[in-house]
């Protein structure tokens, strides 16, 4: 019996209508086009405007394009694992929600936060149910609104974030195609740097963390950007050796969508071109746990059936990674 590994075998996205452009930010704080696309690439960011609304809103949309695309009906899903920063609500997974709102009743269905690592440890997480033999179908969901928890009056993170969701399928495979190999990391040290400070069990929400702006995202801008580019590099560069990989064998880089420079420097060190690597930020900013999938969704036609990817990730925990990846599918 051939070995079981995981394999992506569909991918769907989906991004709020509105577009928040450098321009319209010039008009809210003290920043400039100019400023803002050297430092990081961003050129507009997309928000969830509607009321009422919130992550689960996206991911069920994520969702449903996926299971459209590839006529998977949704009652033979076995497992929904949404990746997310944003949950809808606190206590009550916003994962159990979506599914059910999808029509995936037979799913069992859970969050998971790692921050902007979030949907690189859900790979790794559904990638082991699969390989188990026990399930044969997961659905990872990667959504996040950030625009729920961004303060529009500090330049140093509203010009970064942007909301939206993607989502795979993992399905079994035994052509050897799929997850080959993962290096995951932590510290949990760095949660000083890329923060909010209150609304947890720490820090319960009262009138004053509301007046004084603590239930936002704080971010030592410096501080991150410096562990982010060494952490990628590294875990991006060892993924490669670990596996005899060199430059010529990678065709994808598959980075989050944090700062251009970030994901430059990521490339530099494998040794790859700019043509071999993902790039959407100047479209959607930072979508934190949404940035993988939408890069997958954005060049899903550019994929062919047996090219290797790098997926590589860095976020507040601090909590990064790299994942080296078969692809399974000719995209359509």
Known sequence: MSKITAAITGVGGYVPDFVLTNEILETMVDTNDEWITTRTGIKERRLLKEDGVGTSFMAQRAA??????????????????????????????????????????????????????????????????????????????????????????DRATCIIFGDGAGAVLFEPNEEGLGLQDEVLRSDGHGREFLRIEAGGSIMPPSVETIANSKHYVYQDGKTVFKFAVSNMADVSAQIMERNGLTHDDVNWLVPHQANKRIIDATAKRMGLEKEKVMMNIHRYGNTTSATLPLLLFDYEKQLKKGDQLVFAAFGGGFTWGAIYLTWAYDGQ
């Open 64 to 153: 449903l394009d996926l299971l459209a695309k590839t006529g998977t009906d949704p009652k033979d899903i076995d497992m929904v694992l949404l990746a997310t920063a944003t949950p809808d609500m606190p206590v009550a997974a916003t994962a159990a929600f979506v599914a059910s709102e999808i029509g995936a009743t037979n799913a069992f269905s859970y969050d998971l936060q790692a921050a902007c690592s979030s949907f690189l440890y859900g790979m790794s997480t559904a990638a082991r149910y699969i390989e188990s033999g026990r399930y044969k179908k997961v659905l990872l969901i990667g959504a996040d609104k950030m625009s729920s928890i961004i303060d529009y009056t």
